[in-house]
């Protein structure tokens, strides 16, 4: 795997990046299991479900693996602006991540103010691009740079991800930088 992002590349190893979709896949195998076992999940109204239980299998996946010391991470669950539901956030001090499910490879999920402003972090400073890190106090920066783990199924392939894209989100949550 060639990893092109700066960012990425400087938090997260290749084998890293192979523990994040086996993450993925955990998540969508622990649902499955689950709609396997139940028939309250086999008919329209329980599949309805799929999509919220694979983003909290997933998410759960990723707490458990930065709990036993992944990349040095930390991770914690934030309420969203509403404050009427919780996602996870994986960070250090250089980066935060997010994960969100997707119906295309490659797109942006749908808005959320929590994502649009970590988005907003991940615009270059004019101290950054000339190299002027020591004429201002670096403590007052604060923004960690923003990755955005989305995943996604093909068509009515359901019990297995059909994509897993880790990237740098734009400013306005309008695409990836590269």
């Known amino acids: 795997m060639r990893l092109v992002n700066p960012v990425l590349s400087a ?3 290749p084998t890293a990046f192979s ?3 086996l993450c993925v896949h955990r998540g969508y195998a622990v649902v499955n299991a689950l709609m396997d076992q139940h028939d309250m999940f086999k008919w329209i109204v329980g599949k309805e479900l799929y999509p919220e239980l694979k983003n909290i299998a ?4 990723m707490r458990r693996m930065v709990e036993k010391g992944f990349c ?10 509403q ?17 969100s499910q997707v119906k ?12 649009a402003k970590h988005c907003d972090g ?11 890190h020591d004429v201002y106090d670096e403590t007052e920066v604060t923004n960690r740079y923003y990755c955005l783990l989305t995943h996604g199924s093909f068509g009515s392939e359901i ?20």
């Not at 997933?58 to 996946?61: A, G, I, N």
Request: net charge negative.
């Open 11 to 13: 938090n997260f190893s």
């Open 19 to 21: 523990s994040l979709s």
């Open 58 to 61: 997933v998410q759960t996946e």
């Open 72 to 81: 040095g991470m930390q991770c914690s669950p934030e309420l969203n602006h």
């Open 83 to 99: 404050k009427n539901c919780h996602h996870l956030e994986v960070f250090n001090d250089s980066l935060v991540m997010t994960v």
């Open 104 to 115: 295309i490879s490659g797109s942006m999920p749908r808005h959320a103010v929590y994502r």
């Open 122 to 132: 991940n615009q270059v400073t004019m101290y950054e691009l000339f190299g002027l």
């Open 159 to 178: 019990s297995a991800p059909g994509f897993i894209h880790i990237g740098v989100p734009a400013q306005g949550e309008k695409g990836w930088i590269e």
